[in-house]
Each structure stands twice: as structure tokens, then as C-alpha cells.
């Protein structure tokens, strides 16, 4: 599966759920006549009757959700699309959720920690690397991403250990 958003509240009393999107773009969601929700582990299958984009969310009717207390219990969940769903990347293009829990190091070895998400200034997107010492924000631009390696679950980076904060 791959995470394209989270259920953030019910909207209304007859079962709506506010979605928010994880993808480039807020209606990328809507191409899919079904969606899985769960929690990493496991998947519970179910069509979209209805959906459309809400301010900078997504409202979606999904079938069985029939009143806000049902919607409620789907409160936190996240939102997924099965992987062979999505087009295919093309080069140097990365899924986002292919990027989360990557470790992250400079090109001297310095490690920075792992990827635990992604910001969308407008400008570019934006690494967010945790690590125990703190958070990191690194610019996802090629002349700061030197190699993504999803095999061996590393991004080498030409960002100095003292931008840490």
C-alpha cells in the first residue's frame, strides 16, 4: 500500500470523512473509485461513492459509512492505494512514501537520521530528517540530493552537519 492521506474528522451527520491528501496534488485521490483505509498493517477495502476537494482537504462518502458516529471510528486512519495502482515513476522521480524512514547522511558520513516526512513550501519540497539529537529540514533539490538509494535505504546529501538547527 501506498499512503496518500489520513482521515482527519467526520464532516456532517451522514457519515462524511475530511481527508487529508498526502499527494502533489489535493485531488489525486479522486482518480480511484476505491480506497483502502488502515493503519500500516492492516487494510479495510472500500468504494468512494462520492468525493470532492474542500478548501485544502478532501471530503469523501465511502460506502457503509452511514452517520457521523460510524465516521468518527475512521478518525486517524490513514488512506491508501494499492503500489501497482500508480504509474510508474520516471527518472529521478521519487514517490514520497518511498522516501519515509530512509537514512539520511552528508557526503563526509555524517548520518542526520531518517526521512520522517515531506513539506511542500511552493519552492520545493522539503526533507524532514529526525534523528534523537533533533530535526533536520533538508531542500529536496539536485544540487543538495546527491544519490537515493531505496535498495540500501539511504539519500547521500551536500548539506553540512552544522546546519543541523
Do not use: C
Amino acid at each position: 500500500m501506498v499512503v496518500m492521506g489520513k482521515v482527519v474528522a467526520a464532516q456532517g451527520l451522514q457519515g462524511w470523512l475530511k481527508i487529508q491528501v498526502f499527494t502533489e496534488y489535493l485531488d489525486s485521490l479522486l482518480d480511484y473509485t476505491s480506497w483502502y483505509l488502515g493503519d500500516e498493517t492492516t487494510w479495510q477495502a472500500l468504494q468512494v461513492i462520492e468525493a470532492n476537494v474542500h478548501g485544502k482537504v478532501l471530503i469523501a462518502k465511502l460506502q457503509g459509512i452511514t452517520d457521523r458516529t460510524a465516521a468518527e471510528r475512521y478518525k486517524g486512519r490513514l488512506v491508501g492505494i494499492p503500489r501497482d495502482w500508480l504509474p510508474p515513476e520516471k527518472e529521478g522521480e521519487y514517490y514520497w512514501s518511498d522516501l519515509i524512514g530512509l537514512s539520511v547522511q552528508n557526503l563526509e558520513g555524517h548520518a542526520f537520521g531518517t526521512v520522517d516526512s515531506l513539506l511542500e513550501t511552493g519552492a520545493n519540497d522539503v526533507l524532514v530528517v529526525k534523528a534523537a539529537s533533533g530535526e533536520t529540514l533538508i531542500p529536496f533539490i539536485a544540487s543538495v540530493i546527491r544519490q537515493v538509494d531505496l535498495q540500501n535505504r539511504t539519500i547521500r546529501v551536500d548539506w553540512q552537519a552544522d546546519y543541523l538547527k
